[in-house]
């Protein structure tokens, strides 16, 4: 039978209301008590009883993430920011993954609000392309906060990158390297995070002086077989172009193996570059030029502005949080062309081998 705080009161004889008090480390109990009952607490096995906590605080102690996908590690390490914050607070955590899907979204939405969450932490899917959903969430007073993929919301808190700095971080670097003729990779455009991106993109290559015209953007999703289909898509035009930017780093990653599969030599035959630099970019040869930033950060800043929220929802501004982006150049696309494209096939020497 669980050990209970009549128990503990029972063997400090103490009252049960002087055990619960300095079990929630109630300032108006000496130091002395409090230590006393948690070493008691500690010796019999006590373990909090979370729906009496819950119906006495009004609070579960929970918190719900809603994930666009579980596949990869980038929202595993965001997950590691989130979970390392909350849990030094004493709040777990309740997952959920929209697996790209709008839908499933808005359900794990409903799921939730059912779970009486203390508040959510929301990366949307590909496909989310209205703001209604998150009504729901308003209308429940449940405090929430966006992350990485956001929606531009009035009254929500969100913390990501500044997408047209690394557009123009990405796009600066390759004119340096000599690449005018650029095919951009774009990701779903019928949700928000494909439209954002893909517009980031244009306002970038006009800071930096390249006029890309829409038949050098190829519609696609954020995966491998995308970059694929992609290079596939350029080939078929019977000649490369000087470079090729991507929307996501998975992208980058079909395109490097298709472009092995017909023998087209990155860097030297096609500059490429993924997004955000991950441990799979940095194990294949050539590396994938992208940008670096710290996703552990991303999901640890996010979990501390849900919390502020929860705690005192009147003082949180709902402002965007930008984390600080560093362009990583690797081997795609650190070769400069030495001539003209003749077609997909042609090969080049590496300069001074």
Same mark, same amino acid.
């Given at each position: ?43 019999? /096995? ?44 004493? *709040? ?108 980031? *993109? ?35 035009? /019977? ?53 670096? *930033? ?60």
């Amino acid at each position: 039978m669980a050990v209970s705080i009549n128990d503990i009161a029972k063997a400090l004889n103490i009252s049960k209301s002087t055990v619960s008090r300095a079990l929630r480390d109630h300032p108006d109990l000496k130091k002395a008590t409090k230590q006393l009952v948690i070493a008691k607490a500690q010796e019999l /096995g006590y373990e909090p009883n979370s729906i009496a906590k819950a119906l006495s605080t009004r609070q579960t102690f929970v918190i719900g993430v809603i994930l666009p996908h579980i596949r990869h590690t980038f929202f595993a390490e965001a997950l590691n920011g989130i979970e390392d914050y909350l849990r030094e607070k004493g *709040f777990s955590l309740l997952i959920a993954s929209s697996n790209e899907d709008d839908e499933q979204e808005l359900q794990n939405i409903k799921n939730l609000i059912s779970k009486r969450v203390d508040g959510m932490l929301i990366s949307i899917s590909s496909q989310t392309n209205e703001h209604k959903r998150f009504e729901l969430i308003e209308k429940q007073k449940i405090p929430f906060v966006f992350f990485d993929r956001i929606i531009d919301h009035a009254t929500v808190p969100a913390v990501t990158v500044d997408h047209n700095e690394i557009n123009r971080l990405i796009l600066s670097h390759l004119k340096e390297s000599g690449a005018n003729d650029i095919v951009h990779l774009a990701g779903p455009l019928q949700g928000i995070v494909g439209k954002r991106r893909l517009e980031a *993109f244009k306002t970038a290559a006009m800071a930096v002086g390249l006029d890309i015209t829409d038949n050098k953007i190829i519609k696609g999703n954020l995966s491998e077989n995308a970059g694929k289909r992609g290079l596939k898509s350029i080939m078929s035009n /019977g000649s490369l172009p000087d470079a090729i930017s991507t929307s996501a780093s998975m992208q980058a990653l079909g395109i490097m193996q298709e472009a092995r599969q017909n023998n087209i030599h990155i860097p030297y035959d096609l500059l490429l570059t993924g997004y955000h630099v991950t441990p799979v970019t940095e194990l294949v040869y050539p590396r994938i030029t992208g940008v670096q *930033f710290s996703i552990y950060d991303m999901g640890y800043m996010a979990a501390q502005l849900l919390l502020e929220q929860i705690s005192n929802s009147s003082s949180v501004r709902p402002e965007t949080i930008h984390i600080p982006v560093k362009l990583l150049i690797r081997e795609s696309s650190q070769t400069k062309k030495i001539e003209s494209n003749k077609g997909p096939h042609t090969e080049h020497v590496r300069a001074g081998m």
